[in-house]
């Protein structure tokens, strides 16, 4: 068998044993293109309590979702306005999250959403070849509740230690955003779960990898000038294996079939 199908084929294999765990319930700790991540079957309500017990965290504090493709948008959300898709359209897969309103018809306990869900797709590969097995994944930022965000699979590993079944080292992450302007290394997140009601705006409730000004030049003067609003609920950083797995890395393009 030849180097590169090797690599492949153990790569698969951490995939795979990822994936497991997040079907039989369990936490798993992934690479996201901004912060590494833990993360649980968005469907379970006990795997996501599991989440938040491990963090020290309660459900007024709802994980995001990171989800496989963009079209998934609209099966997890209703009445998403055309600044969100414009803004999905120029910065997924990457640093956006867009806070919209559930699909009412999901059968999921994120915590104390107030029918809300806040979503991202990421563009780190790992992340997207297992969200491609899993389906949506509850994921929040791999760190205790008020410690700082990790980004490598050891530092995540000091924090969150045995409560994590699987650990998929993908290097450090958040080098795509070293040159962001803002210091922040986690994903911005832009609330328009009012903008049916708020006169048709969106607000920034957490800065991060993406800038205000990167924002605005989409949406324009529908980004309300108030970097927040008060009462929604604090989102932590998301980012978003066997004991101390190898470093796990996609296998290039010329190391896959074509369908990948």
Known sequence: MSDSATSESDYAAHIALASTAIGRGAL??????????????????????LLLDA????????????????????????????????????????????????????VWDLGETRGTVALRMPSNQIALDLLAETGPLAVSSANLSGMPATRDAQSAEAALGDSIDVYLDGGPSGSAYESAESGD?????????????NGGFLHIVRSGVLSRDAIAAVVGDLLAAEPAVPGIAELATESTGEEATPTLAAPSQDETDASR
């Open 55 to 106: 963090k020290g965290r309660g459900r007024t504090s709802p994980p995001p979702v990171l989800i496989p493709a963009i079209t998934t948008l609209d099966a997890l959300a209703v009445d998403v306005p055309q600044p969100i898709r414009d803004l999905v359209a120029a910065f997924w897969p990457g640093g956006l999250t867009v806070i919209v309103n559930a699909q009412p018809s999901l």
């Open 185 to 197: 290394g986690s994903s911005t997140i832009v609330d328009a779960s009012g903008f049916a009601t």
């Open 28 to 49: 798993v700790v992934i690479p996201t293109d901004t912060v590494y991540g833990v993360a649980a079957d968005a469907f379970s309500a006990e795997a996501v309590q």
